[in-house]
C-alpha cells in the first residue's frame, strides 16, 4: 500500500496571499496524483487530476506540480471561499487508493 | 445530470449490521466503477470499497470479510452491506463514481457504532 503524506497539518493565511500545499508518496506514482478540496460539512471535490490538469470547472488560481514522490498544490491568490481542507490521492498503484491526511487552510 | 444519493445510515450497536444504498442518476451505474469512501468524524478519507464494471469487487483490509458491496442494475444503486460492525467503523459513509480519481460524490450517510 502506497501511504500518502501531507504537509503541514494546518496553515495558517490571509486573503490574497499565494499558498502552497506538499505532498509526498511512500513510492513513485509517476504523475498519478489528485488533489481534493473539502469544505466543512460537504464531500470532496476533486480539483486536479494527473498531478497538474484542473478538473472541470476549477479556478485557475489552483495548480498543480510535481513527479514521482513529490508534488505540490498551489493556489496563487487566496480567495474567502478557498478556506477548506485538502487531501492527496494517489491512483497509481490500486486498490486500496490511498489519500494523505489532509492539510487544513485556515484564516489567519 | 450526475447525482448519488446515500441513505440507510444510523445508530447501531457494536456487532451490529447495517446497509447502505446509494441511489444513482444521470448516468447507469454498470458503467462506472462505483466506491464507497468513509471519513470518521474530524479525520481524513479511507477508500472502503469498489464495484467494478465487470462485476467483481475489492476491499480494504480493514473491511474485508465483515462489508459486501453489491449492485441492482435494475434500481440503478449499489449497497454496502456492513456486518460486525466496530465502534472504529464510526463515519461517514460516501459514495462515489471512482475510475482513477474520485470524480463525483454524494452527499453522505452517518453510520455511528455505539453502545
Known amino acids: 500500500e502506497i501511504v500518502m503524506t501531507q504537509s503541514p497539518a494546518t496553515l495558517s493565511v490571509s486573503p490574497g496571499e499565494r499558498v502552497t500545499l506538499s505532498c509526498w508518496a511512500s513510492?513513485?506514482?509517476?504523475?498519478?496524483l489528485a488533489w481534493y478540496q473539502q469544505k466543512p460539512g460537504q464531500a470532496p471535490r476533486l480539483l486536479i487530476y494527473?498531478?497538474?490538469t484542473r478538473a472541470t470547472g476549477i479556478p485557475a488560481r489552483f495548480s498543480g506540480s510535481g513527479s514521482g514522490t513529490e508534488f505540490t498544490l498551489t493556489i496563487s491568490s487566496l480567495q474567502s471561499e478557498d478556506f477548506a481542507v485538502y487531501y492527496c490521492?494517489?491512483?497509481?498503484?490500486?486498490?486500496?487508493?490511498?489519500f494523505g491526511r489532509g492539510t487544513k487552510v485556515e484564516i489567519k | 445530470e450526475v447525482q448519488l444519493v446515500e441513505s440507510g445510515g444510523g445508530l447501531v450497536q457494536p456487532g451490529g449490521s447495517l446497509r447502505l444504498s446509494c441511489a444513482a442518476s444521470g448516468f447507469t451505474v454498470s458503467s462506472k466503477y462505483i466506491s464507497w469512501v468513509r471519513q470518521a468524524p474530524g479525520k481524513g478519507l479511507e477508500w472502503v470499497s469498489v464495484f467494478y464494471i465487470d462485476g467483481s469487487t475489492s476491499y480494504a483490509d480493514s473491511v474485508k470479510d465483515r462489508f459486501f458491496i453489491s449492485r441492482d442494475d435494475l434500481k440503478n444503486t449499489v449497497h454496502l452491506q456492513m456486518n460486525s460492525l466496530r465502534v472504529e467503523d464510526t463515519a461517514i459513509y460516501y459514495c462515489?463514481?471512482?475510475?482513477?480519481?474520485?470524480?463525483?460524490w454524494g452527499q453522505g450517510t452517518l453510520v455511528t457504532v455505539s453502545s
Open positions: 462515489a463514481i471512482s475510475s482513477t480519481t474520485f470524480d463525483h
Open positions: 490521492q494517489q491512483y497509481n498503484n490500486w486498490p486500496p487508493w490511498t
Open positions: 513510492r513513485s506514482l509517476s504523475t498519478n
Open positions: 494527473g498531478a497538474s
